[in-house]
């Protein structure tokens, strides 16, 4: 079946330093997220992307954040100046048609801000 | 607002039991949506229901949604220990982009 692959599945980083995560989604799908799951809380959401720009973003994607999809199959997402509180899971997920379908979710990479 | 709160938060049954877990959210929803997480792993979509439905089944899943109340129900049969995991609801907003809301997941544990 199908899957969506992060990479890595842990990094470690220096306050003030720039990351870059990467998100293969599932080659046929459209439409594009990353969510954040901080240790003990909620699964949040940040971005949606379709036909290569911001579809919606929330509070927390703020300036130093941002996405891109260089080429056909990969997804990424960029971290400009960490942050302790950037410490949590991130997790890429991509859904095959359009907003309100089921979506697929890749195993998270795990950042930490030391 | 808070959207997508489970409870209970934590549940403990014995294999072959069934286990049943609420979540109630705010807002209006184009659907609701369960998810598993087992440990250290990405989110794994179970069911999802929407706004017009009221009850839906997958294998020994079943969902119900209760628009009115604004709440949802998955209950689980004949529950295994391999069912051990937190589950999570998420609702997706009319208008919305597909963004997931989540609650705060109820752990489930099943013992052999």
């Known amino acids: 079946e199908p899957e969506v692959t992060q990479t890595p599945s842990h990094q470690v980083t220096q306050m003030g330093q720039e990351v870059i995560l990467r998100c293969v989604p599932i080659s046929n799908h459209l439409y594009f997220y990353w969510y954040r799951q901080i240790l003990g809380q909620k699964v949040e959401f940040l971005v949606s992307f379709y036909n290569n720009e911001i579809s919606e973003k929330s509070e927390i994607f703020d300036d130093q954040f941002s996405v891109e999809r260089p080429d056909g199959s990969n997804f990424t997402l960029k971290i400009r100046s960490t942050k302790l509180e950037d410490s949590a899971m991130y997790f890429c997920?991509?859904?095959?048609?359009?907003?309100?379908?089921?979506?697929?979710f890749g195993d998270g990479t795990r950042l930490s801000i030391l | 607002s808070q959207q997508g709160e489970e409870d209970p938060q934590a549940l403990s049954i014995q294999e072959g039991e069934n286990a049943t877990m609420n979540c109630s959210y705010k807002t209006s929803i184009n659907n609701l949506q369960w998810y598993r997480q087992n440990s250290g792993r990405g989110l794994v979509h179970l069911i999802l229901?929407?706004?017009?439905?009221r009850e839906k089944h997958s294998g020994r899943l079943r969902v119900t949604l209760d628009t009115s109340k604004k709440s949802s129900s998955l209950l689980i049969t004949a529950s295994r220990a391999a069912d051990t995991a937190s589950y999570f609801c998420?609702?997706?907003?009319?208008?919305?982009?597909?963004?997931?809301?989540f609650g705060q997941g109820t752990t489930l544990q099943v013992k052999p």
């Open positions: 997920a991509s859904s095959l048609q359009g907003q309100h379908q089921p979506q697929h």
């Open positions: 229901i929407r706004s017009n439905e």
């Open positions: 998420a609702t997706d907003a009319w208008g919305n982009t597909g963004k997931l809301i």
